[in-house]
DNA sequence: GTGGTCTAGACCACT
DNA sequence: GTGGTCTAGACCACC
């Protein structure tokens, strides 16, 4: 798995990293169970310290997407991540709304938007969907 | 206009007042030239410190939203807000790239996060766009 | 309130500072709303590092224990924690097993091993329980 | 007997096989002088490393769970383990302490969780204790 | 002054 | 070699 951080990203490092990773995982890039590197290695190849990665990494276990043994390393969590609730609708949709708002300020039409939308939607596209 | 704060939020106070109002002119809730009201009595209004609210104003002027007159005031700018480049666009699909991968890890389908999608974007219909 | 560590104790200095906030919540010495001291407040009075009182107040607020504000500080949540469900119990059971084991190996009898739980448990008495 | 173990725990392997064989004897599935089995054998019947069984062992006939001998193997302390003094109850109160004071936070009543701590212990009932 | 982020470097426990 | 813990010290964002 490659990582492309922005350093001067207001975003912090580990938040863009466990970004990534949940990506990585939507697009089944990585599968459960998959080995994640280890905070060390990861740290040295990215170049930063490895209390980020680790950092990153506690994040992703407490949200359910990884398991970290202490000794085998880091696992891609081998039974998925907890389904969506009602509650966590609410929040995709506060999430949504200033992002969405941004654009139509921006003068962009609901079908640009809508269409930005699909356009990332379909980076995420796999085979078993198609079929 | 009526500003719902969330104090125990991640997201700076000034960040939310930010969203709110851009929120606010996608809505045309508030149109071009309307006054904002003043540093002084926004700050007083929601208890919170005038620096803040200055923040957030200086973020929206920095963006285009709004303009900033010593004397008559803050206004929403009168011509509105710098089209969407094509940049632009590819930062919007940026963002949207997590917020999207999230919901698919919980296992949300592409239509269901659409229709999340649609439900929001539906917030901002506006009389003239279903004419 | 005040903190007796152990630097010499198996159990991290962090665990300790989260086990006594806890303890300090259920006797009721700390209510709801009330303020606990900063960071690095409690790191120079404790004679430790910020970053060991930071992770512990991190695991008091991902329990629900406590609130972070940005710049208010931490205070014990107004709200109280999340109620016990079945599967708390059972992990309490879980935890449980091993100590009453050992006691029982120990030659400890039924009614001692229950006296002495007796005993802790009245430590956090309370007046509105006695009336 | 056998042993069942989290791999995911963070309680590590070692410790997991101490409390079990501890829970064990507490039980009486496991009389004094019986034997159990050879290091290799654990190990290789768990398929886990020879020194974390070893380590389990050592700490077990530290504690005087268990007599090591070279020749004859492992076998449970035919005169029991040294009985409780009240240093030993302190300390057992001591780690009861913050796992009571989790349970009242999370609002189970002092009933119930007595009635969970006497559960457990009727997991230990033996026939001559009902005599 | 508050917490948040990041770095650098050390020691330990576990397998 | 793995993650866990702790220290020390720096800079930033927020209010």
Redesign the pocket.
Same mark, same amino acid.
């Given at each position: 798995m490659l990582f492309s951080l922005d350093f001067e990203s207001k975003d912090? @490092?580990?938040?863009q990293i466990v970004k990534q990773i949940i990506i990585g995982i939507a697009k089944r890039e990585l599968r459960p169970n998959e080995p994640l590197p280890?905070?060390?290695?990861l740290a040295s190849d990215i170049g930063?310290?490895l209390?980020?990665v680790?950092?990153a990494y506690?994040q992703l276990k407490q949200e359910g997407y990884i398991l @970290?043994?202490?000794?085998k390393?880091?696992v891609i969590h081998p039974e998925g991540v907890p389904k969506a609730d009602s509650e966590y609708k609410e929040t995709l949709k506060q999430t949504l709304r200033p992002i969405i708002a941004e654009g139509l300020c921006k003068d962009l039409s609901h079908e640009s938007i809508a269409d930005l939308y699909q356009e990332v939607l379909k980076e995420f596209q796999r085979e078993e969907d198609i079929k």
């Open positions: 912090p @490092i580990y938040s280890s905070v060390r290695s930063i310290n209390h980020t680790n950092k506690q @970290i043994h202490r000794q390393g880091v």
